[in-house]
């Protein structure tokens, strides 16, 4: 999953990016308003958190004007005013939650899950292929009964495919949602992660679930 902040405090900016970032989300970061739409202009998002006091626009406008360019993306507000009235001009702008300054990682983090658990292409916290299971909550991952250890790029690549099981994922959209604005296009960096993720998930087991389709892309399913 990736997701953009747009918080014009470098600071702030940084430790949400890192805490995300940690949680296996990529992350790319705008610290005005402008560069905020920038960014999503040319980025394709599964999550914004945007700061509403912002350089340039401010998180109302940058809002109004992603929705008004039909951006379905979902948004959580992110500031210090706490006012009723601040909340529903948030709201009003279509932002689909508001958490005020100062706020706890935790509840940034389930308030992120659970907008993301609204999209309708997603499914529920315990995703199921064959006889691998993978927990969206606690980035669990096993397969036939035993446990699997993952580094957090390696959850975030087997999730995104997850959630897409049985369909093609072609190497631009990995890319687009698994890495960041850093990712080299030019690299080989997705087929190695994808050889790592097959050594952990296939090796040992007489039904394989990653596939790649030369040119095409991969898919995971469970193929009998």
């Not at 308030?111 to 315990?126: C, G, K, W």
């Not at 995104?160 to 296009?185: C, E, K, M, T």
């Amino acid at each position: 999953m990736r997701i953009l902040v747009v918080e014009d405090e470098p600071r702030m900016a940084s430790v949400i990016a890192r805490g995300l970032r940690e949680q296996s989300y990529a992350v790319d970061v705008a610290l005005d308003g402008d560069d905020g739409l920038y960014q999503c202009s040319i980025n394709d998002y599964d999550l914004i958190v945007l700061d509403v006091l912002l350089p340039q626009r401010d998180g109302f406008e940058v809002c109004r004007e992603l929705r008004a360019r039909g951006t379905a993306t979902p948004v959580l507000m992110l500031t210090a005013r706490a006012a009723v009235d601040d909340r529903i001009t948030g709201f009003e702008a279509g932002a689909d939650d508001y958490l005020t300054k100062p706020f706890s990682f935790r509840e940034l983090l389930a308030r992120i899950h659970a907008l993301l658990r609204r999209d309708s292409h997603l499914l529920p916290d315990e995703i199921e292929i064959g006889d691998l299971i993978i927990n969206s909550a606690s980035h669990r991952v096993s397969r036939a009964g035993s446990s699997i250890q993952l580094t957090a790029k390696e959850y975030a690549l087997l999730e995104y495919l997850a959630r897409r099981a049985g369909q093609l994922v072609s190497r631009a959209d990995i890319a687009a949602h698994v890495w960041d604005n850093d990712f080299d296009p030019f690299s080989n960096t997705i087929e190695v992660y994808m050889n790592r993720l097959r050594k952990k998930i296939d090796d040992g087991h007489l039904t394989k679930l990653l596939h790649t389709r030369r040119g095409e892309g991969y898919i995971l399913e469970s193929r009998h």
